[in-house]
């Protein structure tokens, strides 16, 4: 890694500030619309794809058996991770403030026919893989779009107390377990998808409430 680094990452220039950053306030944080709708998005998105691995090895136990769900959980597992790998930086580095609607969207979409697939995946790990490949370029549009996003309305000197709020998101990601077991238990083991894929149209809705709660092309204002 660090031979790769030395080649290709450039040494970056330094800048002078001319901002003066803002004085922190928690007033700003509870006051900024945008966040908060920003960090209810993060919530259920992080709920849909945070530990999607859990969620589908127990609804393959409750539709199959053990022995198939680890087959496959080794199938989803590394055909997320060879997608992220391969296709985060390109994905990433494309994001910006006139596209990240239409990206965002698109993300949506993948996450929601990704989990429709599972339902009709059955026994059919070929199925599996897809359904995982789909739903992971959802997954690598919403974790760099997010974050953009933050950046975007954090007022100079407050962008480490705005990433802190949106991190509470990610215990949408902790609950996400406990939410598959009691659903797994209580309905057709097919409705855990259908949930999923309602939530994570719900925290694209919003995230749009929160673009437009500060005007998105404006620089941010406390």
């Known amino acids: 890694p660090m031979l790769f680094i030395q080649i290709w990452v450039k040494r970056s220039e330094k800048i002078i500030a001319t901002e003066t950053g803002s004085v922190w306030s928690p007033k700003v944080l509870l006051q900024d619309k945008a966040l908060l709708w920003f960090t209810c998005s993060g919530f259920l998105a992080s709920f849909v794809s945070g530990a999607f691995a859990s969620c589908i090895s127990q609804y393959v136990m409750v539709i199959a058996d053990g022995d198939f769900a680890e087959k496959v959980v080794a199938v989803v ?14 994905v990433g580095r494309r994001l910006n403030p006139a596209n990240i609607r239409a990206l965002m969207t698109a993300g949506t979409f993948c996450f929601v026919i990704g989990l429709v697939g599972f339902i009709f995946s059955g026994n ?50 902790a609950i996400n377990p406990l939410v598959s ?42």
């Open 77 to 90: 597992l590394p055909v997320n991770a060879a997608m992220v790998v391969t296709l985060q930086y390109s």
């Open 181 to 222: 077991g009691i659903v797994l238990t209580s309905l057709p083991p097919f409705s855990l998808f259908i949930i999923l894929a309602l939530v994570i149209v719900v925290a694209w809705v919003l995230m749009l409430k929160g673009i437009r709660a500060r005007p998105w092309g404006q620089p941010a204002l406390c």
């Open 124 to 173: 059919s790990l070929l199925m599996w893989g897809m359904s995982a490949a789909v739903f992971t370029v959802g997954e690598i549009i919403y974790a760099p779009g997010e974050y953009m996003l933050i950046d975007h309305i954090a007022p100079p000197g407050m962008k480490a107390s705005y990433f802190s709020a949106q991190s509470l998101g990610w215990l949408g990601a």
